[in-house]
């Protein structure tokens, strides 16, 4: 038996003008406000971002931050970590639970 998985509520502060997109973007797809978010946050989880839309998400400095938190990694495993840290939890776990 399947559970219906009850709809979490969570406020969100936005600035002005990134409210009045969101709007529009609702309007214009003929959904609540609501609805327009949670598929834009669908879209964004699902897959594995590319490298270049987890850098625009990325905040300010955080590269920088990283690189000080570990020892120097050749580019290939760098590419491997970013990727990994950008998968789904499940996908994390499923892979982990492969190579383990």
Not at 39 to 63: D, V, Y
């Amino acid at each position: 038996m399947d559970l219906i998985e009850k709809p979490y509520r969570f406020v969100v502060r936005l600035p002005y003008l990134m409210r009045d997109q969101v709007a529009e973007a609702a309007r214009y797809h003929r959904r609540s406000m609501n609805s327009e978010i949670v598929a834009r946050l669908e879209q964004t989880f699902s897959g594995i971002p590319t490298r270049h839309s987890a850098e625009q998400l990325a905040p300010a400095m955080h590269q920088e931050i990283e690189s000080l938190f570990g020892r120097a990694l050749a580019a290939e495993e760098e590419n491997l970590v970013r990727a990994f840290r950008r998968l789904p939890l499940e996908k994390r776990l499923a892979l982990l639970e492969l190579i383990n």
